[in-house]
C-alpha cells in the first residue's frame, strides 16, 4: 500500500464485548467488538454500508451489508466460531482457502476441507487508513506464517479495503515461498452471496457446454439423490438453465460448475446476480492471475448460498485430483504469488453499466467466432 498511511496495529485485547470506535476517516469509520463465541471482529463502515471481518481467524469478512440489504449467504451460523474446522464455522461471506491444498480433499487425499487458510490464527493484523486514486480507504491486512518442519513454508499476506461512498469491496492476497525450495501452491477466493428469489445471473461465459461444465461425480461421502441427479442431467444439456434463481429448487447436496469467463479489455473477467430491482450482486477478477473459476450453489432448509464466481488456481476436486489434471502451481523458492479481486453491491445504474461490459465482452467473443 502507498506510503503516507496510518497504520494502526490490532491485538486482541482491543475487542471487547461491547463494539467501540477505534477509528474514523472521512466517511469511514472502524469499530472493534468480539462475538458472544470470542471471536474477534472488526467493522469498516461507510454511508452504504459494511463489511465485518475476522482481523485474526483467516482474516475472512464473516458478513457484509450494502445499499440496505444483507448480502451474505444464509447458514446456520449466526456468528463465527473460533474454530479451525470449515464446517464447523461455515457462514462467512468470503474466505481465502489454499494454500498447500485447496477444495474437497478425496480419497488419496489427507487436507482438511480447503486447506489450512480458512480459519488460519493470524498472528499479526493491521488497521491501515488512507488515500489512494480511489478516494478514502480502510483496509484490514496482517500476516499469518505457515511452518511445517522439513514441509510447507511460507508467509500470506491478504487485505480486505472499503473506500468511502462505495459499495465495491477490493481483496488482495499474496503468498511468499519463505523455504529454498519450490512450494506446491493452490488457491481458491469462495465468495458467498445469498440468492434473491427472481434473480438471474449475467457473465462474461460464452453460453455453452465448452465453457460451462457440471460437475457430475460428488466427493465422498456425498451421495446424489434423485432428484440431483435429474438437475445434474438437464444442467448438462442445457448449462445456462441454472442461471435463474428459483428458492423453492433443492440443491443438496451442493452444485459445482467449472466455468471459462472471458476477459474484457483490461483484462477483467465479470459475473452479476441481478435481481428484480435492476441492483446487482457482483464479482471481477483477473484470468490472467487466477485461471480457473467455479460457480457454487447451495439450497437447503437450512442453508442457501451462491458463490457466483470463485476465481481458483485449480478445480476443487482435492489435491491428487487437481494434481494429476496438471493444476498445481510451484512457486520457486522465495517466490510470491498475488492476485486481486473484487466484489459487492452495485445500484441499478451500476449494475446496467456493467451488463453492457458484459454484453460488449460476448458480443466480441461471437464475431471473433
Not at 480502510?138 to 473506500?163: D, E, N
Not at 499474496?174 to 440468492?195: C, D, K, Q
Not at 460448475?257 to 435492476?278: V, Y
Not at 458484459?358 to 458480443?363: K, S, T, W
Amino acid at each position: 500500500m502507498p506510503g503516507g498511511d496510518v497504520i494502526i496495529d490490532l491485538q486482541s485485547v482491543q475487542f471487547g464485548p461491547a463494539q467501540t470506535v477505534l477509528a474514523r476517516h472521512a466517511g469511514l469509520t472502524a469499530s472493534v467488538f468480539r462475538y458472544h463465541s470470542g471471536v474477534a471482529g472488526l467493522r469498516i463502515a461507510n454511508e452504504l454500508g459494511h463489511v465485518a471481518v475476522l482481523p485474526f481467524q483467516g482474516q475472512q469478512i464473516w458478513d457484509t451489508a450494502f445499499l440496505g440489504r444483507r448480502l451474505t449467504m444464509r447458514s446456520m451460523f449466526d456468528e463465527p466460531v473460533p474454530e479451525v474446522d470449515f464446517l464447523q464455522t461455515y457462514g462467512g461471506f468470503f474466505l481465502h482457502c489454499g494454500a498447500t491444498a485447496m477444495g474437497d480433499p478425496g480419497l488419496e487425499d489427507r487436507h482438511p476441507v480447503h486447506g489450512e487458510l480458512p480459519n488460519a490464527r493470524y498472528q499479526e493484523a493491521q488497521l491501515v487508513i488512507g488515500n489512494d486514486e480511489s478516494g478514502a480507504f480502510m483496509a484490514l491486512t496482517g500476516s499469518y506464517q505457515h511452518r511445517i518442519a522439513f514441509g510447507g513454508h511460507y508467509v500470506a499476506a491478504p487485505s480486505i479495503k472499503l473506500h468511502d461512498k462505495s459499495s465495491r469491496v477490493s481483496a488482495e492476497m499474496r503468498i511468499r515461498n519463505l523455504r529454498h525450495t519450490p512450494m506446491e501452491l493452490m488457491y481458491l477466493a469462495h465468495i458467498n452471496f445469498r440468492p434473491v428469489e427472481g434473480a438471474v445471473l449475467i457473465d462474461t461465459v460464452p453460453a455453452d457446454a465448452a465453457h460451462i461444465r457440471v460437475r457430475s461425480a460428488l466427493p465422498p461421502p456425498l451421495v446424489p439423490s434423485p432428484a440431483y441427479l435429474r438437475l445434474v442431467g438437464r444442467l448438462e444439456k442445457d448449462p445456462t438453465a441454472h442461471k435463474a434463481i428459483d428458492p423453492s429448487l433443492a440443491i443438496d447436496p451442493e452444485l459445482v460448475l467449472s466455468l471459462d469467463p472471458l476477459a474484457d479489455e483490461s483484462g477483467w473477467a465479470h459475473a452479476m446476480h441481478r435481481l428484480p430491482d435492476g441492483a446487482a450482486d457482483f464479482v471481477s477478477y483477473r484470468p490472467d492471475q487466477l485461471d480457473h473459476c467455479l460457480r457454487w450453489l447451495c439450497q437447503t432448509p437450512s442453508e442457501s448460498a451462491l458463490g457466483l464466481m470463485l476465481p481458483a488456481t485449480a478445480e476443487a476436486e482435492g489435491r491428487a485430483a487437481e494434481m494429476a489434471k496438471g493444476n498445481m502451481r510451484l512457486l520457486p523458492p522465495q517466490g510470491e504469488f498475488r492476485c486481486s479481486l473484487e466484489f459487492g453491491a452495485l445500484d441499478a445504474g451500476e449494475a446496467a453499466a456493467l451488463r453492457e461490459r458484459i454484453e460488449a465482452v460476448i458480443e466480441g467473443a461471437t464475431k471473433a467466432a
